[in-house]
């Protein structure tokens, strides 16, 4: 059974870092790409971000040159480090696999806010 266990949200101030990770299990972890949603209130899950099998990564235009997506696959570990948080960066980032289906961990919150 594939899991996603997110972890690393939090409330920062506008400018500030955080750190996200998931960890997965259940799959051979090396051997699919991942990524990262969020969802902000009264809006719809969006794409933030997907890395291959190898280190190819994909942004949505909101956070390029601010986020960075990577694999630890020795850990079965995806990170996404944000940088210059901004309010608008506000919602639950979600980690998302496909694998036969989509697959979805819990969630973690991550509030920008002065």
């Known amino acids: 059974q594939v899991q996603l266990v997110e972890s690393g949200g939090g409330l920062v101030q506008p400018g500030g870092s955080l750190r996200l990770s998931c960890e997965a299990s259940g799959y051979a972890f090396s051997k699919y790409g991942i990524g990262w949603y969020r969802q902000a209130p009264g809006k719809e899950r969006e794409l933030v971000a997907t890395?291959?099998?190898?280190?190819?990564?994909m942004y949505r235009d909101s956070v390029k040159g601010r986020f960075t997506i990577s694999r630890e696959n020795a850990k079965n570990t995806v990170h996404l480090q944000m940088n210059s948080l901004k309010p608008e960066d506000t919602a639950v980032y979600y980690c998302y696999l496909y694998l036969l289906r989509d697959w979805w961990g819990q969630g973690t919150q991550v509030t920008v806010s002065s």
């Open positions: 890395i291959d099998t190898g280190t190819r990564a």
